[in-house]
């Protein structure tokens, strides 16, 4: 936008000279979805210190939905973060539906840009984020408790985990940010909504290719298997 390729309207308000009319920049961000678990941990478990023998690692996973909806694709991250006597999980739902914007407030390079990320918009991603707790959390837990009984989940506790309207609220609450921004330069024709071609060649603008994070999360997601983790 801040060369003059956006929504026009937008760009002459900022005083930006219109390189090219395209109102889909900054369109469809999307970004995954942050909450956390916290069990108690065996104080004597170590998370990550240098040459010890007792030395855990917390480590993380990649995971399919656990509806069993697609097993082939990854849809969620599990990253183990320990400390003395307590243990961290953060959850990152990859394929969220939710899709937001992100806009420039003037033609201040420096100044920060506009974005509302739209985080479960769509009531799908609530649904989905709800059986990660529901089924990957609580056999994590009991699978932790099994092997040592001072693992235990804390937050949140069962009455949590077994209430819907309380589980949606504490995801809520407990939403945390990342900075995983993607596809508001979507990869796609023109008149679908985007910005690049599929060799991220920036449409009617010669000699400009975007090659990072803002083009490629559509394609990524949505057209390359992988195999999931067991």
């Known amino acids: 936008m801040l060369s003059g390729i956006g929504p026009a309207k937008l760009l002459r308000q900022a005083g930006i000279p219109v390189i090219f009319n395209?109102?889909?920049?900054?369109?469809?961000?999307?970004?995954?979805?942050?909450?956390?678990?916290?069990?108690?941990?065996?104080?004597?478990?170590?998370?990550?210190?240098?040459?010890?023998?007792?030395?855990?690692?917390?480590?993380?996973?990649?995971?399919?939905?656990?509806?069993?909806?697609?097993?082939?694709?990854?849809?969620?991250?599990?990253?183990?973060?320990?400390s003395k006597g307590m243990l961290t999980l953060a959850i990152l739902y990859l394929r969220p539906k939710s899709r937001g914007s992100i806009r420039i407030q003037n033609n201040d390079p420096l100044k920060i840009v506009l974005a509302d990320e739209g985080f479960l918009a769509n009531p799908e991603d609530m649904e989905a984020i709800k059986n990660i707790f529901r089924n990957y959390v609580k056999n994590i837990a009991a699978e932790l408790e099994a092997i040592d009984s001072s693992y235990n989940l804390i937050s949140p506790g069962p009455d949590v985990m077994d209430n819907d309207s309380k589980l949606e609220q504490y995801i809520k609450e407990n939403f945390d940010h990342n900075h995983h921004q993607q596809s508001f330069l979507r990869m796609a024709p023109l008149q679908k909504g985007g910005v690049v071609d599929r060799r991220g060649n920036v449409h009617d603008v010669k000699n400009l290719i975007v090659a990072d994070c803002s083009c490629f999360s559509y394609w990524l997601h949505n057209r390359t298997p992988v195999k999931a983790a067991n």
Do not use: E
């Open 22 to 82: 395209n109102p889909n920049v900054g369109k469809r961000i999307r970004n995954h979805s942050l909450n956390t678990v916290v069990f108690s941990a065996n104080p004597n478990d170590h998370a990550l210190p240098t040459n010890d023998p007792n030395a855990i690692y917390s480590g993380g996973a990649f995971l399919p939905d656990p509806t069993g909806a697609a097993p082939g694709r990854r849809a969620v991250q599990l990253i183990g973060i320990g």
